[in-house]
């Protein structure tokens, strides 16, 4: 049974936040279908696709930090198990459909010395949005969609 204390937090939320949480909880279930389903390189070729974006809105953070609660706050309560792949994919779909930037990060790591692992990250502008906690261990080998040449110098610096 749910405590009093999470149900006093779930009757604070404002209709803007339950209307994010049901965004992310769809988003997340077209991202785990798409992973489920699809080759990587269809989701890669998905990610790719060059979306407009309203560079007004390029350090929105407040906008995007919401939109990372409602990713990491589903992502946890759907009945299925999420990680990195999905969170990142339905992140992006939530930036843009809002126009904001949208950056899908691959890197691989061989920490474990007998097998490469790997991990997704999205940033939007210079915020990182999901993943981003255990980005740092990991190269960074392809982004999505691809930088420029001069934004990629920029990206390796960064990260």
């Known amino acids: 049974m749910p405590s009093t204390r999470l149900l006093r937090k ?3 939320f404002g209709t803007q936040q339950w209307l994010l ?10 991202a785990s279908l798409m992973v489920r389903l ?13 979306r407009q ?10 906008r995007v930090r ?7 706050a589903m992502a946890s309560r759907v009945p299925w198990r999420t990680v990195c792949i999905q969170k990142g994919v339905a992140a992006q779909l939530m930036l843009r459909r809002r126009k904001l930037p949208a950056t899908l990060h691959y890197g691989l ?3 474990s010395r007998t097998r490469l692992e790997a991990h997704i990250w999205v940033t939007s502008g210079p915020n990182v949005v999901v993943g981003g906690k255990a980005a740092e261990e990991f190269a960074c080998v392809a982004v999505f969609p691809p930088a420029s040449k001069g934004a990629k110098k920029q990206e390796r610096l960064r990260l």
């Open 38 to 50: 699809l080759p990587f390189r269809s989701i890669a070729a998905a990610a790719s696709s060059n």
């Open 21 to 30: 949480l049901l965004e992310s909880a769809f988003a997340l279930v077209i």
């Open 109 to 111: 790591s061989n920490r």
């Open 66 to 72: 919401a939109i990372s609660w409602a990713i990491e």
């Open 53 to 62: 974006v309203d560079t007004s809105e390029t350090g929105d953070y407040r």
């Open 10 to 12: 779930l009757a604070s």
